[in-house]
């Protein structure tokens, strides 16, 4: 079998300290030819559902890959590691519900294996850190060719823990949607699919009071006025041109938002 070459990497160990160098240094001892594409290590701590929502939006715009997610906060219990195969790569980490939204965004979990193949770990497995020790070393020996059954025994796929699916509801000049994820720019994306907009207008409220513009670029609206846009993921968001929408609208994660015609 082929190696994919490549590895897109994604956790949210920030950069402060040494816990992405330490994955790095673990991939690389095993297969040091193998690049690797460095998704986000700033997915919020112990944010499941952030991490899933990033890979799944940025997993199909790689090369094939062996795709690697770490936002772990059940390390070192009894939650299981997995390798998920899909006809658009592998994915490896724990099997908390991180990986099946790209799983699924790159053609669906065609088969999964329990990740306990004692061989493929790096010395002895810390229970804190099996980024380093456990998931590292897999996604190296994917990524040069190893065959996703070494990995350990076979799972069911319709037996993978997910996560809930986000809200979203369209109905006649209005959408109700869960906030999905807000980057760095302040910019609110929902849960709605773009095509949402096309039951709106061009003059909008949102949650109620606040106005809104539907348009295409951030400059189809003033500076510091709010715009409702399909982003580059297709999903319905909010910005503010020059400004941060998240801080107008006060909203988190998980938060419901109702754009309305006016």
Same mark, same amino acid.
């Given at each position: 079998m082929a190696g994919y070459g490549w590895i897109s990497f994604t956790t949210d160990y920030g950069t402060f300290d040494g816990f992405v160098a330490a994955c790095h240094g673990s991939i690389a001892r095993i297969a040091p030819e193998v690049r690797v594409i460095d998704v986000t290590h700033h997915v919020p701590p112990a944010d499941v559902a952030r991490g899933a929502a990033v890979l799944a939006q940025t997993a199909p715009h790689l090369p094939a890959s062996v795709h690697l997610a770490v936002v772990d906060p059940g390390v070192g219990t009894a939650r299981r590691g997995v390798v998920l195969t899909t006809p658009g790569g592998l994915l490896v980490g724990p099997d908390n519900?991180?990986?099946i939204?790209?799983?699924?965004?790159?053609?669906?979990?065609?088969?999964?294996?329990?990740?306990?193949?004692k061989d493929w770990t790096l010395g002895g497995?810390?229970?804190?850190?099996? #980024?380093? $020790?456990?998931?590292?070393?897999?996604?190296?020996?994917?990524? %040069? #060719?190893?065959?996703? =059954?070494?990995?350990?025994? !076979?799972? $069911?796929?319709?037996g993978l823990?997910?996560?809930?699916?986000? +809200? !979203?509801? /369209?109905? $006649? #000049?209005? /959408? =109700?949607? =869960?906030?999905?994820? @807000?980057? &760095?720019?302040?910019? @609110?994306?929902?849960?709605? $699919?773009g095509a949402a907009l096309s039951g709106l207008g061009s003059e909008l409220? @949102? *949650?109620?009071?606040?106005?809104?513009? &539907?348009?295409?670029?951030?400059?189809?609206? *003033?500076?510091? =006025?709010? %715009?409702?846009?399909?982003?580059?993921?297709? &999903? @319905?968001? /909010?910005?503010? *041109?020059? #400004? &941060?929408?998240? +801080?107008?609208?006060?909203? +988190?994660?998980?938060?419901?938002?109702? /754009?309305?015609?006016?």
């Open positions: 519900g991180v990986l939204w790209a799983a699924e965004a790159l053609g669906g979990v065609t088969a999964a294996y329990e990740l306990d193949n497995v810390s229970r804190t850190f099996h #980024g380093r $020790d456990v998931f590292a070393p897999a996604a190296a020996r994917l990524a %040069l #060719g190893a065959a996703p =059954e070494e990995a350990g025994p !076979a799972v $069911d796929p319709a823990t997910r996560l809930p699916d986000p +809200v !979203a509801t /369209i109905g $006649d #000049g209005w /959408i =109700e949607a =869960e906030v999905l994820t @807000v980057d &760095r720019f302040g910019n @609110v994306q929902l849960a709605a $699919d409220l @949102v *949650n109620g009071g606040v106005r809104a513009r &539907r348009g295409t670029t951030f400059a189809d609206v *003033n500076v510091g =006025e709010l %715009l409702v846009f399909a982003d580059s993921a297709d &999903r @319905v968001a /909010i910005a503010v *041109n020059n #400004g &941060r929408a998240v +801080v107008l609208l006060s909203v +988190v994660p998980g938060d419901m938002v109702r /754009i309305t015609a006016r």
